[in-house]
């Protein structure tokens, strides 16, 4: 549901809304339309009755505004009368949690009827420039770098996309592991990698700017620029990246150590590789919101989800190593299940055999 505590703000919605009008006074509008601009932009969650979402849009509205001491007198009406008549509270009858979240809006409602502290002053962001923290970067895009695994071994590394601003990078991984580190090669010397990566992934740049992965030469675009990613045929880009996805640098190291002692499963489809088992299916669902709460969903369960870039409706989901039998079968009823619940359509599914 997009909720992880009684909070105000432990909702998704309420986080967007805080978010959109921060964003709106950031980018120099006045009070008034910045309030604007966050009720049109949320106008379909405040009539739709299917998430009944509405309630949240005002508390949330109501009390950042009182944070920044900008608090609108329609806003705050609106706010208290969801408290008074329990719009939101009915939500939570039979929770565990029903106490703490009466509590939250009581201290809403005292909050809202007290006065305002001082107005704040809202700075835009500091801009940096992209291409400055490019430059200060140890690795370029096309650096080739070696990777310690946890086995003793060390394997190859490619950076394909860099994102200064997100501190990201799209690389690809080669095989096979070799027993001693390599060598960091001459500027003039041509590097020499296997026609085609072992494995594509999004990881954090921290072992790069702090060279526990060391730079070993560069390659020019040309050398990896038709290598696709699994499964679309396109060179993957920070917006639409489909593929493994680590949160800390270590992991890589982990997950080679194990993938490069083996030999993967070669699986035709655009001339990619897939593990033996891995399956792709395609939703789409009736709109943004309902895209967004599969989204999650999905990555609960343990899936690797992909929103569509140009239809944020519509998602992507490939499970890579899931290998027992019936998998298809599976996969397909259980989202098949999930797409009843938000009223959406399981498009299709491919299995890599």
Known sequence: MGTWGPGIFSDDTACDVRGAYRMALEDGLDDQAAQQQVLHQFAEVLHDDTWNDGPLVWLALAKTQWQFGRLDDHVKAEALAVIDQGCDLVFWEGSDLYGYRRAALRRLRQKLTTAQPPRKQIRPPRRVDPEVVRRRLPYQEGSVFQLPLRDGRSARGLVSRLDPGSGLIIAYFFGPAAEQPWMRQPAHTALQLPPRPEH?????????????WPVLGQLQPAAWASWPPPPYDQPPNMSSFVGTSYA???LPEEAMSRWLSTTPTRFRRSGERYWRGAVEH??????????HKVYRSLFRRGHSPQLDSDDPRRLSVLDKERTAPGLLEQRAEELARLMRRYRGTHDWSEVAL
């Open 248 to 250: 800390t640098p270590r």
């Open 200 to 212: 594509i992934a999004c990881c954090p740049d921290d072992s790069l700017r702090r060279r526990r």
């Open 282 to 291: 395609a939703l789409t669902l009736p709109d943004v919101k309902a895209a």
